[in-house]
Each structure stands twice: as structure tokens, then as C-alpha cells.
């Protein structure tokens, strides 16, 4: 059914082109806040303009870069990037930030938004995926963890914040007992912002923009999608 829109109300875009598009709306439809939202299954041009924020879900990121091409959003989305907030979880962290490594010849279209540098699969193949209870501070009932699932995940390389860029905050790392294996996927001495590992960084936030590794959308817990609205979203509207 379409939502009705008034001028208090929010309208948070879930890009819908391919991946976990419907679980991000189950979860934002569960919020319980002082604003009103609207969701908006983002599509085509015409939706991404009704927006005033933008999630993009968990799926594969070459094909969620190849559909909005094909749509002719793209563009569109890169501009928003720019003025507006976004939360990428998994494949849209990818999306999100600045450069990616491991992605396919010829490399991978990618939005912009967060001074990162995140590697494509750095956790490995699917049966590298795994769980792991996160310590983030910044969310209600912050003493309870938050059960990670990372699927095929993006490991964070770099932050490469230039002094114009807002401030990166790190919101949740995993222990570097989880770190891959894999002796390709080296931190880059580029961040000289933390002496510790950045493949640790599994949440982190960059002024209105959100970069979680993992799907806070496949599990029932509702605290990521209520931080990114009220603290991304509502903060930069007020
Ligand atoms: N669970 C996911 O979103 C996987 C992301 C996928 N590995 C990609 O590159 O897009």
C-alpha cells in the first residue's frame, strides 16, 4: 500500500535493486520513534528523490552496482551520497566507500561517501562466514552485545580521511582473533589516524554516513537501524 507523506514525516530509501532490501524494511517498520517514516523501496530516480536517507542492503555488490546502472540511478546515487545520509551494511558498505580491492577485473562501480578503503571477500568464501557477539558502545542497552553476522564480508583496510572530510568514529571492532587468515589482506600504513589493526573496524561512522560490515537486518535486534535513524538521520534534519 502506498504511505501517505506529510512534512514531518521521514522518508528513509532501501535500495531495492537485489539483496536484503525487505528484511531492512521489516526492521525499520518495528522502530518505534518520536518522527514518523516512511519507507520507500528505492527503484528508479523518481524514489530516491521522495528520500531523506538511504540504506543499502546486503546482497552482491557488482549486481547491485550493475542493476542501478541499468536504472539509471547511479548517478542519482552518487549525488546523494553527497548531501544526504546513508547506512551501507555489508555489499552497501562496499558500495559506500571510497575504493575497494579484491573486486572483479576491470573493477567495481562504487558510490563514494566514507574515506575508507574496504577489501571485497576479505573474510574468505561463504564457508568463511561467521557470528560473533559486538561490543558498540553508541547503542541502547549498550551492556547487551550485538550478534554480528558476516557474510562474505568486506574487511575494512584503510580510513583515509583528508582534514576536510567529518570525523570517522569507530563504532564497534571485532577481536583480532577473528582477523583472516589470509596473508594477503594487510592493513595499509595509510591510517595513521589508530595505531591498532583496522581490519578490527566491523562498524564505523563518518558524519551523517554508516559502514557496517555485517547484517544487522538478519537478526532481530533493532538497535543499529534505531542509531542510523536517530543519530544519523533525525540529528542531521533537526
Ligand atoms: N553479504 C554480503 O552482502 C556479501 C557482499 C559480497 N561479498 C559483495 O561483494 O558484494
Redesign the pocket.
Known amino acids: 500500500m502506498q504511505q501517505t507523506e506529510n512534512s514531518l514525516d521521514v522518508a528513509i530509501g532501501i535500495l531495492a535493486m537485489q539483496?536484503a532490501f525487505a528484511e531492512h524494511q521489516v526492521m525499520l517498520q518495528k522502530l518505534s520513534l518520536k518522527r514518523h517514516i516512511v519507507i520507500v523501496l528505492v527503484r528508479t530516480s523518481e524514489d530516491l528523490a521522495r528520500c531523506d536517507a538511504l540504506i543499502i542492503p546486503?546482497?552482491?555488490?557488482?549486481t547491485i552496482a550493475l542493476l542501478a546502472r541499468l536504472a539509471g540511478l547511479l548517478g542519482p546515487l552518487r549525488e546523494f551520497v553527497k548531501k544526504k545520509p546513508v547506512w551501507g551494511?555489508?555489499?552497501g558498505a562496499?558500495l559506500l566507500a571510497q575504493a575497494a580491492e579484491g573486486t572483479k577485473k576491470g573493477g567495481q562501480e562504487l558510490l563514494g561517501g566514507m574515506s575508507v578503503t574496504v577489501c571485497?571477500?576479505g573474510w574468505g568464501s561463504q564457508v568463511e562466514s561467521f557470528e560473533a557477539p559486538l561490543e558498540v558502545e553508541s547503542l541502547r542497552d549498550p551492556d547487551r552485545p550485538f550478534h554480528g553476522v558476516f557474510?562474505?564480508?568486506?574487511v575494512v583496510l584503510s580510513l583515509n580521511p583528508s582534514p576536510t572530510d567529518p570525523p570517522m568514529q569507530i563504532i564497534s571492532r571485532i577481536s583480532t582473533s577473528l582477523l583472516p587468515h589470509s596473508q594477503t589482506i594487510v592493513p595499509s600504513d595509510e591510517d595513521d589516524t589508530d595505531p591498532r589493526d583496522p581490519r578490527t573496524i566491523v562498524a564505523l561512522r563518518q558524519g551523517r554516513h554508516l559502514l557496517t560490515s555485517f547484517?544487522p537486518e538478519l537478526t532481530k535486534d533493532d538497535r543499529f537501524h534505531e542509531y542510523f535513524v536517530r543519530e544519523c538521520v533525525l540529528s542531521s534534519l533537526s
Open positions: 539483496g546486503g546482497g552482491e555488490s557488482t551494511t555489508c555489499a562496499i571485497r571477500n557474510i562474505r564480508a568486506p547484517h
